[in-house]
Nanobody, 124 residues
Framework: QVQLVESGGGLVQAGGSLRLSCAAS????????MAWFRQAPGKEREFVAA????????YYADSVKGRFTISRDNAKNMVYLQMNSLKPEDTAVYYC?????????????????WGQGTQVTVSS
């Protein structure tokens, strides 16, 4: 069992940066694929970024590639999302998710554990 708690959201102007953090509990965290998803009002939850258990491979949605960076610190049970060059269309609730790798990084259904979400608002 893994519990996830996000933090670091807030209000930022377009072009600015934010760093989201996800604190995980549980001894098996270091074996889990971790990801960030986001959900804007009236839209479905969408994939943002994922990182393998070792941290050696990362995956990004085309919309954030080159602007966002996912990382993890297994010694601290933490996952991060560094978000640069933020745009108003990045406004959403951001969720941390985790699972043992099951063949997919990109789909909501691939992840068994979810945080409660943190709001990111980018003003124009």
């Amino acid at each position: 069992q893994v519990q996830l708690v996000e933090s670091g959201g807030g209000l930022v102007q377009a072009g600015g940066s934010l760093r989201l953090s996800c604190a995980a509990s549980g001894r098996t965290f270091s074996t889990y694929t971790m990801a960030w998803f986001r959900q804007a009002p009236g839209k479905e939850r969408e994939f943002v970024a994922a990182i393998t258990w070792s941290g050696t491979s990362t995956y990004y949605a085309d919309s954030v590639k080159g602007r966002f960076t996912i990382s993890r610190d297994n010694a601290k049970n933490m996952v991060y999302l560094q978000m640069n060059s933020l745009k108003p269309e990045d406004t959403a609730v951001y969720y941390c998710a985790g699972a043992r790798y099951n063949g997919s990084y990109y789909y909501v259904g691939a992840y068994a554990y979810w945080g409660q979400g943190t709001q990111v608002t980018v003003s124009s």
